[in-house]
Nanobody, 117 residues
Framework: VQLQASGGGLVQAGSSLRLLCAASGRTFSTYRMGWFRQAPGKERELVAGISTGGSTNYADSVKGRFTASRDNAKNTVYLQMNSPKPEDTAVYYC????????????WGRGTLVTVSS
């Protein structure tokens, strides 16, 4: 599956932003999807994961503020970012993990999110 994230930009703290990840391929619904981010000088971290059935899990730092969702009919996964903070500034990536795979093995180009205070 090929992935392309979009929707990043410059936003003010406390506002909102929605990232999109468009996927190619007819088997999108069979992939577990994840949103990751990497801030300057830091390691990449998992922000949110969403199962094939729509169940989600989040990093503690974004719980209650970010919401991941997917629309299998549109081959798209979303990350709604509410009340972003300056520390959320990072390049955000979407990734896919096939059934039975041990890790996320398909990655899209990232989209930069900059949160100003």
């Amino acid at each position: 599956v090929q992935l392309q994230a979009s929707g990043g930009g410059l936003v003010q703290a406390g506002s909102s932003l929605r990232l999109l990840c468009a996927a190619s391929g007819r088997t999108f619904s069979t992939y577990r999807m994840g949103w990751f981010r990497q801030a300057p000088g830091k390691e990449r971290e998992l922000v949110a994961g969403i199962s094939t059935g729509g169940s989600t899990n989040y990093a503690d730092s974004v719980k209650g503020r970010f919401t991941a969702s997917r629309d299998n009919a549109k081959n798209t996964v979303y990350l709604q970012m509410n009340s972003p903070k300056p520390e959320d500034t990072a390049v955000y990536y979407c990734a896919a993990r096939a059934i039975g795979a041990l890790k996320f093995d398909s990655w899209g180009r990232g989209t930069l999110v900059t949160v100003s205070s």
